[in-house]
Every structure is written in C-alpha cells, then in structure tokens.
C-alpha cells in the first residue's frame, strides 16, 4: 500500500514537472525519466507517431542497465509501421499491452537486445493518446522489483500516458506559436523594408502638388507608386498593381521597382519606358505573373502630362466637382508577353485639376456585409470632397466604408494637382 502510495505521488509530481517544460527536446528526457520512476523499470523507450507516413518513429530510449556507449548503438530515426511489433501492435490497436515473457512473444523484436546486450524480459507498453488521436506509445522494460509488470504498474503508465499526451500537445502549440511569432516578426521587418519604397512626397513649385499613398492588405503587398525625378524638371510618376497580395506579390513588386528605377535613368517616353520595363519583367514574370501599370511624365511648368497604360483602369480628372476618366491608350499588363507596344498620350493638367490614379483595392473595397465600394461611390467622394487635394479624403472614405473588416485587397491613391 504504501509502495502504491509513493507511486502515485511520483505521478502527481509528474504532472508538475511535465506541465513546467515548454521544448520538446527537453521533454523526451524527462517522460522516460518519469516513466520508469513511476513502474520502477529498468528501461524504457518512447516512440512518436507521424501521421503522413503512418509510422512510429523512434526518439528516445534510456536504460538504467547499460552504459552510454552501448546506448549509442540505438540511434533515432528509426521507423516502424503501425502493426509491427509490439509498439506497433499497441499503436495499431491503441491498447495497452503488458508482455510477461518478451523472448517467446511472436511480436517481440530482438534486434535491440542483440546490438545492445540488454535481455529483455518484460515489457508494459502503452499508447499516448491526447482526445483519441494518437502521438506515440510508451514503454518500460523488466521490473526491478518483481519478475513482471503488474496491473498496477499498467494503470499508473497508462495515467502517465495521459500526461505524456498532454504535455506533448503542450510543446507542441508552444513550438507553433513561437514559429508564428517568427513569422510574424519576419514580415513586420519585411513591411518595414517595404515602407522604404514608398517614395517621399515631393516639393515643388507654382503650386504643384504630388501626393501618395498606399495600404497593404496584409503585411506586405504588391502595390506600387513612386515619383522620380527628370533632368529636364519633369517627373515620371506611376502606379502598379502586381495580381495577388501578400509576399509573393511583394517580392515581384521589389523586383519591379527596381527595373523602373533602372529604365527611369534612359528618359524616354512614358510608352517606350513601359516597353522597356516590360521586356526587363518578362524575365521574372514569365507570363505566370502581371503587373498593370499607369506611368505618367508630368511637367509641373506647364502641366503637361504625357502618360501610357499597361492594363490598369483609366486616371481620373476631376475639374470643379466633375469627374471624367481620361483616354486610356491601349497596352497589356507587364509581364504577360515577352513584347509589347504602349501608346503614349498627352494632355495638359489645368490649374485647379485634379488628377487621381487608384488601384482596384479602393472600389473594390468591401465592408463586413460584402458589398464594394463600388466606382460610382468612388466618384461621389470625389465630387463631395471638396477642393482638392483629394487623395487623402478618398482613402478615408474607403478606410470608413470597411469600418472594422480588414482589408481584402491592397489600397493606393496617387494624386497630381496643380492649385
């Protein structure tokens, strides 16, 4: 009774030292540890279950019996399939099973034994199971105390396997969410790279005015803007949109920045510009991946806009409270073919004008009850906001519409405006 007693304090005290540890590689120790203190065993092995290959791999044995080196010869890695021996058989059948003569059982391997020298004569083996999915099977070997293992010890093992599930879920979530806080580390420092690319608003004269903005979905996004200076005075300014959100869309749109930033030192035409980045982006593109783009050289003297466009929906004018899209000239996204025209069109930005470029992240907005924000809400706020600049008071009326539903598509506005 009390040998029975001092056991089930040891399984109390098991439960708070496995609840104590958090890594997995410090847990396996401390089970077999406790496995065998609590059976009074010489040995013992535990063995977790894979669930993709259906396996049991061995990762940890212990014995009280044999020294270090002939341990060594138990190497981890090694895998049986459900059903084999008599890990396997209790995997298999998630029942325990205590073996009173190892050697005579026909499911007992003796592989171990011959490497190690150990005799096995006993074995109590007992599944881990956390609410009824498998992770593993426990089991000690020969009794110090007494020829076999009896049901005693079998109904204290199977209480430790309860815990040994348990913990096992534990430093299993622990391990997930630690990854999670890597990941999520990693993308804040990626969104932080990110940020960098976004270009500082300009300050020029005669009243000239060049503002953007853009919010990624998630932590990163595809979108694009940048305003980039001209030896003669003029500015290209573009907005791009790479298909798709979050990293993959931020990586091409890295890569994209930098072939226009490259092409932009040439000078050329908003439509020969577009060509030539075109060409340079098929190369990582390959067809797989788009980007649309609408790629302005203003001239801030004589508001003189010259711009082309690669699949991206029309800029929109607004004069005195009209709104109006401007000629879209043809062009296919980037990235589609190897080759590609880009018609190039000109008008002149009157004083007072106002000339916004958007991605589709602002009309197709949407908010908890799935409804867009919609173009013809895009053109209200713009008619209703007042003298320009606009750009800012439109991204709060999409950030509005949303209210508390995250965003389902990148968001930029970019605005000309000469007052």
């Given at each position: 009774m009390s040998s029975q007693a001092g056991r089930l304090k040891q399984l109390i005290r098991a439960n708070e030292v496995l609840a104590s540890i958090?890594?997995?590689?410090?847990?396996?120790?401390?089970?077999?540890?406790?496995?065998?203190?609590?059976?009074?065993?010489?040995?013992?092995?535990?063995m977790l279950y894979e669930e993709e290959k259906n396996v049991l791999r061995f990762a940890l044995a212990m014995n009280d019996v044999l020294g270090e080196e002939k341990m060594k010869e138990l190497k981890t890695g090694f895998e049986l399939p459900l059903g084999q021996g008599i890990a396997g058989w209790v995997a298999e059948n998630k029942k325990s099973v205590n073996v009173t003569d190892a050697q005579n059982d026909n499911r007992f391997s003796k592989v171990a034994d011959e490497k190690t020298?150990?005799?096995?004569?006993?074995?109590l083996c007992v599944p881990i199971i956390h609410k009824e999915k498998l992770l593993g099977v426990v089991q000690v070997l020969n009794s110090i105390d007494k020829e076999c293992f009896v049901v005693e010890d079998q109904e204290l093992l199977e209480s430790f396997g309860h815990l040994a599930g348990v913990a096992l879920v534990r430093s299993e979530l622990l391990v997930q969410r630690l990854n999670q806080l890597k990941f999520e580390t990693q993308l804040e420092?990626?969104?932080?790279?990110?940020?960098?690319?976004?270009?500082?608003?300009?300050?020029?004269?005669?009243?000239?005015?060049?503002w953007g903005?853009?919010?990624?979905?998630q932590f990163v996004g595809g979108d694009l803007y940048d305003f980039i200076p001209n030896s003669d005075g003029s500015w290209y300014i573009y907005v791009a949109d790479v298909a798709g959100k979050g990293l993959p869309a931020a990586l091409i749109m890295s890569a994209l920045w930098t072939r226009i930033r490259a092409e932009a030192l040439n000078e050329k035409t908003p439509g020969d510009m577009l060509k030539s980045v075109n060409a340079g982006a098929w190369e990582f593109m390959n067809g797989e991946v788009f980007a649309t783009m609408v790629l302005f050289r203003y001239h801030p003297e004589s508001g003189r806009c010259e711009y082309a466009v690669a699949g991206?929906?029309?800029?929109?004018?607004?004069?005195?409270?009209?709104?109006?899209?401007?000629?879209?000239?043809?062009?296919?996204?980037?990235g589609i073919l190897d080759d590609g025209d880009f018609g190039t069109t000109e008008f002149v930005l009157e004083k007072g004008q106002s000339m916004i470029i958007v991605t589709d992240g602002v009309d197709e907005a949407r908010r908890a009850d799935g409804e867009f924000f919609g173009e013809e809400r895009l053109v209200n706020t713009l008619q209703g906001a007042g003298d320009p600049p606009l750009g800012e008071e439109l991204l709060k009326a999409v950030s509005g519409w949303r209210g508390e539903t995250p965003p389902n598509d990148d968001t930029t506005v970019v605005e000309i405006f000469r007052s």
């Open positions: 958090d890594s997995l590689t410090d847990l396996l120790p401390q089970l077999l540890r406790l496995a065998q203190d609590v059976t009074g065993a010489e040995a013992s092995s535990i020298g150990f005799k096995t004569r006993c074995i420092a990626a969104s932080r790279i990110q940020k960098q690319f976004n270009p500082k608003q300009p300050e020029l004269d005669n009243g000239n005015y060049i903005s853009s919010v990624p979905a991206h929906p029309a800029p929109l004018l607004v004069d005195n409270g009209v709104v109006t899209e401007v000629e879209r000239p043809f062009g296919l996204p980037v």
